[in-house]
């Protein structure tokens, strides 16, 4: 019970941080300066990347090291 709790806290922190940060950006990018404007870029080409691969590995790899 304590690992099906702690994948589904995982997973439900993740998809939190991907709706919050896809809601603020239209505002970021309108309001903020542009020092804060750096990171929002960096931030949705990473997560587009490691999203896939961090899909793709444990299937390969096996669950258990990956997660």
């Given at each position: 019970m304590t690992i099906l709790a702690g994948r589904m806290m995982?997973?439900?922190?993740a998809a939190l941080d991907q709706t919050i940060v896809g809601t603020a950006m239209p505002k970021i990018a309108?309001?903020?300066?542009p020092?804060?404007?750096a990171w929002s870029p960096?931030?949705?080409i990473t997560s587009t990347i490691?999203?896939?691969?961090f899909g793709k590995c444990?299937?390969?790899?096996g669950r258990k090291p990956f997660y």
């Open positions: 995982g997973m439900f922190l309108t309001t903020a300066r020092e804060h404007q960096r931030y949705l490691t999203t896939p691969l444990p299937d390969i790899y």
